[in-house]
């Protein structure tokens, strides 16, 4: 029983590339998240330390501080910090990849310089507050609304289970700016030290040191230039933005899969049960090959659709095969993750329920990978409808 591949050749500089996040992860991460997850956050600095090593910049345009690059690189990204052992740490750290692209796309050149350069620099955290109490699925509903007033926009409502929520300076959010439905809903860049702004931290059962928070706006105030786009072109724009977010989560449950597989394998070669390691029971030596199928299927899959990604032109949208296939890679990974996280606790025995194995944590993350970025039951809906 070999170690995974990845499915695909890699260039000399993708591998170094890898190589020096693995080391990164094993000195600077790894020995850390444990109390980091108990301490419910994670030192503010290791933003400035992700930059230092260019990791937030991946997929920017140079003129705001980025690092041009194919989606490839940031998958790299995603697989070697899911190594860590903590979706929580990679929710919060990367909060930006899901906040920032409307902004890149859509916001004015001021709000872009004002917002974008710190954020890559590690100095700003930015996320992206859609969802609602009232709830998330359903996007055209947003209820929160924001009202020109003279040349300010006044925000009133309520958002939820937004990762980063506490400690973030920026906020994308989702605003009702017309009538009701997705035409009527906008992107708004929305400051964390707003006046009015309420945030109050929520507890869950994984990603416990990524902050996540219910925000309440309570008449706050923002410029008229901090709309992204054109008001009404919300619903596009996050629509949009769901195909890079769905696709980091697709390779992040992938590498925590992985990360099951590896450790399941590695415990059963070396504990012993009835005088014989675990591996050479014929059961366990199946449960890890159902495992393999799984991760070999999924990765086979994941290669295919971001070279489908990657073979789309910055700028044009994406074919609504394409986006239908993002749709389904994300279940297949989630549910490849949720197979092997089960298999590998198992495996493991009572030292898979213990704190400070990775499989426990991974085993308590899984079910956030099923519900964000769209549940896996919104994710077939939608698939079925882009093939129409
Ligand atoms: C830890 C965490 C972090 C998050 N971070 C963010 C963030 O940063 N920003 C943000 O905006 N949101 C965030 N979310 C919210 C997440 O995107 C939503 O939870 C998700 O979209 C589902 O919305 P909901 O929870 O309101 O469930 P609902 O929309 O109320 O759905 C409840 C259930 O009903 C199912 N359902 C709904 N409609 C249908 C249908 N038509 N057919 C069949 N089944 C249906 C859903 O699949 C789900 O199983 C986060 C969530 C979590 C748990």
Redesign the pocket.
């Known amino acids: 029983m070999s170690a995974l591949g990845r499915g695909m050749a890699e260039t000399t500089e993708a591998q170094a590339f890898r190589d020096s996040l693995r080391s990164f992860v094993q000195r600077e991460i790894a020995p850390h998240v444990d109390a980091w997850d108990e301490a419910g956050e994670f030192p503010r600095a290791l933003y400035r330390r992700a930059s230092e090593l260019g990791l937030l910049q991946l997929g920017y345009p140079e003129a705001l501080g980025g690092t041009p690059c194919g989606l490839r690189w940031r998958l790299i990204v995603s697989e070697e910090l899911a190594r860590s052992g903590s979706g929580g740490l990679l ?1 919060s750290l990367f ?1 930006h990849n ?1 906040g920032l692209p409307p902004i890149v796309a859509q916001g004015s050149p001021q709000l872009q310089q004002r917002v974008v350069p710190p954020v890559l620099a590690g100095e700003k955290i930015a ?5 609602e109490p009232s ?4 996007v055209a509903r947003v209820k929160t609304h924001a009202v020109l007033e003279g040349d300010h926009w006044v925000i009133r409502g309520e ?1 939820t ?5 506490l400690r973030a300076d920026w906020l994308t959010v989702a605003v009702r700016t017309g009538g009701p439905g997705a035409a009527g809903l906008s992107l708004m860049a929305v400051p964390g030290d707003a006046v009015g702004l309420h945030r109050t931290p929520l507890k ?1 059962m994984g ?1 416990w040191c ?1 902050d ?1 928070a219910t925000l309440h706006f309570d008449a706050v105030r923002v410029p008229a230039a901090n709309l992204i786009g054109e008001p009404g072109s919300g619903f596009r724009q996050i629509m949009g933005n769901f195909n890079g977010e769905r696709l980091l989560l697709a390779a992040g449950s992938l590498a925590f899969a992985e990360v099951c597989y590896e450790d399941a394998l590695d415990w059963a070669r070396q504990r012993e049960t009835f005088g014989v390691r675990l591996v050479e029971h014929q059961v366990i030596r199946h449960k890890l090959m159902d495992m393999r199928m799984h991760l070999r299927a999924t990765r086979a899959l994941l290669s295919e659709v971001v070279q489908l990604h990657d073979d789309t032109p910055p700028g044009v949208p994406l074919a609504p095969e394409v986006v239908a296939d993002i749709c389904l890679l994300k279940n297949q990974a989630t549910q490849t993750l949720q197979f092997c996280a089960d298999q590998a606790v198992q495996i493991l025995g009572g030292m898979g329920f213990m704190r400070g194995t990775r499989c426990e944590r991974i085993y308590r993350e899984v079910k ?1 990978m099923t ?8 994710m077939k ?1 939608l698939a079925a409808r882009q093939l129409g």
Do not use: R
């Not at 996320?127 to 969802?131: C, D, Q, R």
């Not at 519900?371 to 919104?378: A, L, P, V, Y």
């Open positions: 929710a909060s899901i996320a992206l507050a859609i969802t709830g998330g699925s359903d958002k289970f937004i990762t980063s929520g869950k990603w990524s996540t956030v519900i964000g970025g769209g549940t896996e039951e919104i809906e």
